[in-house]
């Protein structure tokens, strides 16, 4: 058996980080139980630590907890390159996600966001919602 490869999208990540009973945070549960890889290209965490990291988010969850789920996600995380192909996404921002995905050989991609879940598949990877992540 294969280890799962999954580019999650960061507000997939960031509810996870917020709602510890909800689909997303699911998501990540079953990824860790199971060995699988979080896929991120340094753009991709890089966006994901500063809006995870915005005091937005205090009146959520404290900055030192939400720090260490950041921690925690880049132990089990692996990391990929990428140029900054422009992929042909309605939302250019989410094309780093497309190319993380090529790039580090994704099985899925895990995402709420309409402008990426109407590219599925997209060159082969299916993108989900968490939910229907978890019910494949």
């Known amino acids: 058996m294969t280890t799962e490869r999954v580019v999650i999208d960061t507000n997939v990540l960031i ?20 060995g699988g890889i979080l896929l991120f290209s340094d753009e991709t965490f890089d966006e994901l630590r500063t809006r995870m990291l915005s005091p937005k988010f205090d009146r959520y969850a404290r900055p030192d907890a939400r720090a260490v789920f950041l921690a925690q ?12 192909a422009t992929l042909g996404c309605r939302d250019p921002h989410d094309d780093k996600l497309l190319e993380t995905a090529l ?22 990877i299916p993108i989900l919602t968490p939910r229907d992540w978890l019910r494949r």
């Open 15 to 34: 509810s996870a980080a917020l709602q510890p009973s909800g689909s997303p945070r699911a998501v990540i549960d079953a990824l860790r139980e199971t």
């Open 73 to 84: 996600l880049e132990a089990v995380s692996a990391w990929v390159s990428i140029v900054g």
């Open 103 to 124: 790039q580090g050989r994704a099985d899925s991609l895990v995402t709420g966001d309409e402008d990426l879940l109407v590219l599925s598949p997209f060159q082969g």
